[in-house]
């Protein structure tokens, strides 16, 4: 079930993996795994922001959402062409930067070679804006999670400490983040960091 609840007196809220909610694709075309919401349990017309993995099989036409904004990134396989309204097709791959385009202009997409896993953020443009970067930790870090929502979705192990409150995160597990967060892994480890934050 998702929560997207703030954590209290600075501690992370950690969404594990296998607690994620499943849902059908707005088009029908395939699930979507989703790991926060809000307004908590809002609808696929509700929502002001929404996080959330799907699983791509064949090509075809994305969903189209009014009045959202999206980025996508690519965390298992080996990526797809996508056609958005508009732009010069491009590839996405998971070396690719996240892609951030309106889910509202016309989008289909291609697969490179089999299936894949995305991962969208999506926000109402107008109420929210977003924010997605991939980040590599290695040994310990800092990062200053204060204003708007912070998350962090581990590619791999990582360690999360607040005060003294430690988590321990597996791959696709999520955190909301509150304040000054430690985060230590004893390999290089991928990581989306995603911030957003009221417009």
């Known amino acids: 079930m998702s929560d997207t609840r703030q954590p209290n007196h600075n501690r992370p809220l950690v969404l594990k993996a296998d607690s994620h909610r499943r849902m059908p694709w ?26 959330s993995m799907a699983t791509v099989a064949t090509d075809g036409p994305f969903s189209v959402f009014a009045g959202i904004d999206r980025t ?3 965390l298992q396989g080996e990526g797809m062409e996508l056609d958005i309204e508009g732009r010069t097709p491009v590839v996405l ?34 109420q929210w804006t977003h924010q997605v970067e991939r980040r590599t ?6 990062l200053d999670a204060e204003g708007g929502v912070t998350m962090l979705l581990s590619l791999g192990n990582l360690r ?12 696709l597990d999520c955190a909301i983040l509150d304040g000054v967060v430690l985060i230590t892994s004893d390999m290089p480890t991928e990581a989306y960091l995603i911030r ?3 417009s």
Do not use: C, Y
């Open 26 to 51: 707005k088009n029908g075309g395939g699930e979507t795994v989703e790991i926060a919401v809000f307004p908590q349990q809002a609808d696929l017309a509700g929502f002001g922001w929404r996080v």
């Open 137 to 142: 930790f290695e040994g310990q870090h800092h």
């Open 160 to 171: 999360i400490e607040t005060g003294d409150h430690a988590e321990e995160l597996g791959r």
């Open 196 to 198: 957003i934050a009221a």
């Open 93 to 126: 791959t998971q070396a690719s930067r996240p892609l951030a385009f309106p889910a509202d202009a016309s989008t289909s997409a291609r697969l490179v070679s089999g299936t894949i896993v995305d991962l969208n953020v999506m926000t109402r443009r107008g």
């Open 72 to 74: 996508l990134s690519i």
